[in-house]
């Protein structure tokens, strides 16, 4: 599967963005989706995922309250919803998928991702 984001872009703090993703592929509804985030000098981190139906998802702690992920499968897409954004939000976000719900929250190295797009909050 291929992954493509969009959305990102620079926002004053207690702002919103709205990510997206979107897919390749006729088989999308069978990957358990997700998007992790990388700041400058720090390791990649876990953000978020959503089941292969959509039905539940899982937030990192520090951005739980404030970030949804959600998904179309007709679309192939995958978003994320980011409110009331904190400059320590400021990374760059990466969509991914992997068949394996193990691969991407415990081992957190999912098997595919997409090329990233950044989002910079500004205080």
């Given at each position: ?15 919103s963005?709205?990510?997206s ?78 068949f ?14 997409g ?9």
């Open positions: 599967v291929q992954l493509v984001e969009s959305g990102g872009g620079l926002v004053q703090a207690g702002g963005l709205r990510l993703c979107a897919a390749s592929g006729r088989t999308f509804s069978t990957y358990i989706m997700g998007w992790f985030r990388q700041a400058p000098g720090k390791e990649r981190e876990f953000v978020a995922h959503i089941t292969r139906s959509g039905g539940s998802s899982y937030y990192a702690d520090s951005v739980k309250g404030r970030f949804t992920i959600s998904r179309d499968n007709a679309k192939n897409m995958v978003y994320l919803q980011m409110n009331s954004l904190k400059p320590e939000d400021t990374a760059v976000y990466y969509c991914v998928a992997d394996s719900l193990h691969r991407i929250k415990v081992l957190t190295t999912p098997s595919y991702w090329q990233g797009t950044q989002v910079t909050v500004s205080s």
